[in-house]
């Protein structure tokens, strides 16, 4: 039997790419160089912040844009630990919560992502490299973040009741008459319809179900 490739996410869909293109040559990220190789999409250079530049790669997985590319900085200058939000196993920057970015940002470029989370993941660590403290604040490193995020996104700490949501969320469709998640014994259409409407313009069933297993270590 034929194996069946699946083509590069920038084959699929060349727009992805030409917006990718577009945030490199028109803004001030020139320093950044898109490289194609077999399939695979990285962006490679150096990033600068006032009186300062990193080295780093970023990375698109075959499903961008449904999920966030990966950054690592490649100068060997930030520690591999969770507490510098890097994520020890692989070497990738803890850049935003993605979930938290998704629901946040004004529009859905490469652009906006290079100057909102990844500039500022940089901006931060070149301060706490000098005053160990992020200037922008932060978030606990890993799921504890993330539960976090959805406590303040949902109004809860009910972690039934994120996971209700989430379970909605992650369905590709959501009826009205279905059992509102959050525990009220309404149906949707009765109860939070606005907010898991909303909610589903920006969260792909993806992500949502990304954060359902996450998030599953959690009681
Ligand atoms: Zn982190
Ligand atoms: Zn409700």
Not at 100 to 121: A, H, K, M, V
Not at 126 to 147: D, Q, T, Y
Request: aromatic fraction near 10%; glycine fraction near 6%; charged fraction near 25%.
């Amino acid at each position: 039997m034929r194996k069946v490739q699946k083509l590069p996410w920038f084959e699929q869909d060349p727009a992805l790419l030409d917006d990718v293109r577009y945030a490199l040559r028109e803004s001030e990220y020139k320093w950044l160089h898109l490289h194609l190789d077999q399939g695979t999409a990285r962006v490679q250079g150096t990033i600068t912040v006032p009186e300062d530049r990193y080295s780093i790669e970023i990375l698109f997985l075959n499903d961008y844009p449904l999920t966030l590319p990966q950054v690592r900085e490649t100068g060997g200058r930030i520690p591999h630990t969770s507490d510098r939000h890097v994520n020890p196993k692989d070497g990738t920057a803890c850049l935003c919560i993605p979930d938290e970015w998704f629901i946040q940002r004004p529009d859905e470029s490469f652009l906006t992502f290079l100057r909102g989370p990844l500039y500022n993941y940089f901006l931060s660590q070149k301060a706490f490299e000098s005053i160990e403290e992020w200037p922008l604040g932060e978030r606990r490193h890993g799921n504890g973040g993330v539960l976090d995020f959805y406590q303040e996104c949902l109004g809860t700490n009910n972690p039934h009741v994120i996971k209700q949501y989430l379970l909605c969320l992650s369905q590709v469709t959501v009826k009205g008459h279905w059992d509102c998640p959050c525990g009220s014994g309404n149906r949707i259409r009765n109860c939070h319809y606005e907010r898991i409407a909303d909610l589903r313009k920006k969260l792909s069933p993806h992500i949502a179900s990304n954060a359902l297993k996450y998030l599953s270590g959690v009681s």
